[in-house]
């Protein structure tokens, strides 16, 4: 009790000192509340913008598949082939891990060029749109046309730019006006003399050569409400419409039956074609099986969710962490011998995911040098400060003050100090973030987007930044003070009398 009434007796003897210190106590804690809040923001933001927009917390894919950027891989590689997804759901609604999922069908497409010039290229993501809705609601802003119901196509405004810039042309749902408000600059510089187009032409590709071309009519013009330019990559259709660009089957093929003559000549030896010219030729035995269907049985999806996919979305409940989501799916599998694996949505985004985890470490890593600068600081201060004092705790040195009663004093004036001006620092923070968040400011760049975690810039402040600011202040106050207490501890009544 003796060393807090002399310390504050102290605070208020070198006012001019004390208020430096707590200037600079202030302005640190200001600075780490801003950091916080802006570091915090941009989290709460990524979540909005990409997890719950497009990619959900966790991506599952094909055992096979070997790459992890499954996303934005803007090379084009096919991805692995997931099989019946009717077998796997069950399992997926019975882990108890899941508020939704939905499975997709994702490759890169050629847009055809029917006017003889340069095709285009684009993303094509085959869903299920009334599934899709509803583990991604309200992520896509409807600019024309109309929300397709089963089939359809939805073109965002950012691959819109992308096939004008490569074709030339602009596609525009059916009995729609033109509108300019989403063109790019060229494209309304040429509005009246526009080649537009209401329908188009997709090329898909697979390993086996057998994707054929689509031609779709375009159902509606959206936006996606942030990252649009990144994710406006990605065209949207029905799953039916995509299998068949990317020639698989679907549960609209039927099986053909196929002859016994007809299937014993397509099975028959072809390094023996002579054979079937020769005159020991027995057709009776060739040709005596039963009408027989062909392997491609397995191979045909009796319904749509018994077909090919190459991801499944995925959002967790909130109340569970994503390692722990992740830990259970790897064991879920591995006891049903289910070839799937979980990507992490920052792994499966690639450059998204690393970009995101690059701001955020910047971000820290900004803090951290506040937090050592404003050490560095008050080390200095505090230094200058005890060692002005010399005659004062000599003197007290002199009467009986032991040590630990100076480092005591010491640290109590620094803590008091912190206490007043570090939560008169936090308030002004608080202010500062408060009127950030009125000024409501907006940007449609993607770069600007991913560090604001959206496209409004919406730092935040709240309990766990709270606490983690006074942690960080505390922090700061003990490791600054520890050197000049030092100081003030190796001041003996000679000194004092020496400075005198």
């Known amino acids: 009790m003796l060393a807090l009434k002399i310390a504050w007796r102290n605070i208020f003897r070198h006012r001019g000192k004390s208020l430096v210190i707590g200037s600079i106590l202030a302005l640190g804690a200001l600075l780490l509340t801003l950091g916080n809040s802006v570091i915090s923001g941009m989290e709460k933001g990524l979540e909005k913008s990409v997890v719950e927009s497009f990619t959900g917390d966790i991506i599952l894919v094909s055992q096979d598949q070997i790459d992890d950027n499954v996303i934005l891989d803007m090379a084009g590689k096919p991805l692995e082939d997931i099989f019946r997804y009717d077998t796997i759901k069950p399992y997926l609604e019975n882990s108890g891990l899941f508020t939704g999922f939905v499975p997709a069908g994702k490759d890169f497409v050629m847009a055809l060029n029917e006017h003889g010039g340069t095709p285009g290229f684009a993303f094509l993501l085959g869903i299920n749109f009334a599934d899709w809705q509803k583990v991604f609601p309200d992520n896509l802003e409807l600019l024309q046309g109309q929300w397709p119901q089963s089939t359809g196509l939805i073109i965002p405004s950012g691959s819109l730019e992308i096939l004008y810039t490569t074709m030339g042309t602009w596609f525009s749902p059916p009995h729609s006006e033109l509108d300019s408000s989403f063109m790019p600059k060229d494209a309304k510089e040429n509005y009246g003399n526009l080649r537009v187009q209401n329908d188009i032409v997709f090329m898909g590709h697979s390993a086996t050569n057998t994707a054929t071309d689509i031609r779709m009519t375009v159902d509606a013009v959206v936006k996606y409400k942030a990252l649009n330019v990144i994710w406006g990559h990605f065209i949207l259709t029905d799953i039916n419409s995509y299998r068949q660009s990317m020639g698989y089957f679907n549960q609209d093929e039927e099986q053909e039956e196929i002859s016994a003559e007809n299937l014993a000549l397509l099975s028959f030896d072809s390094d023996n074609l002579d054979a079937l010219f020769g005159n020991d030729m027995d057709f009776e035995e060739m040709f005596s099986q039963e009408s027989v269907s062909p392997e491609k049985e397995e191979f045909v999806p009796k319904t749509e969710e018994a077909g090919v996919y190459q991801m499944i979305f995925t959002r967790i409940k909130p109340e ?130 991913l560090f604001f975690g959206g496209d409004t810039f919406n730092p935040t402040f709240g309990l766990a930044d709270l606490l983690l600011t006074y942690a960080q202040l505390a922090a700061v106050t003990i490791l600054a003070a520890l050197y000049p207490i030092n100081i003030a501890r190796k001041i003996t009544p000679l000194d004092a009398i020496s400075r005198e």
């Open 320 to 449: 569970i962490n994503r390692q722990a989501a992740m830990d259970s799916l790897n064991r879920l599998f591995a006891q049903e011998d289910i070839p799937l694996r979980p990507l992490t949505w920052q792994t499966a985004s690639g450059v998204i995911g690393s970009m995101s985890i690059l701001i955020k470490a910047s971000l820290n890593v900004f803090v951290a040098f506040l937090f050592f600068v404003a050490i560095i600081i008050i080390v200095n201060t505090l230094s200058m400060a005890a060692l002005e004092r010399t005659s004062e705790i000599g003197m007290m040195r002199a009467v009986g003050a032991r040590k630990g009663f100076i480092a005591r004093m010491f640290m109590l004036e620094t803590g008091v100090l912190a206490f007043v001006f570090g939560n008169l620092g936090v308030l002004l923070g608080f202010i500062v973030v408060l009127v950030i968040r009125s000024l409501n400011i907006t940007t449609d760049n993607d770069m600007l987007q």
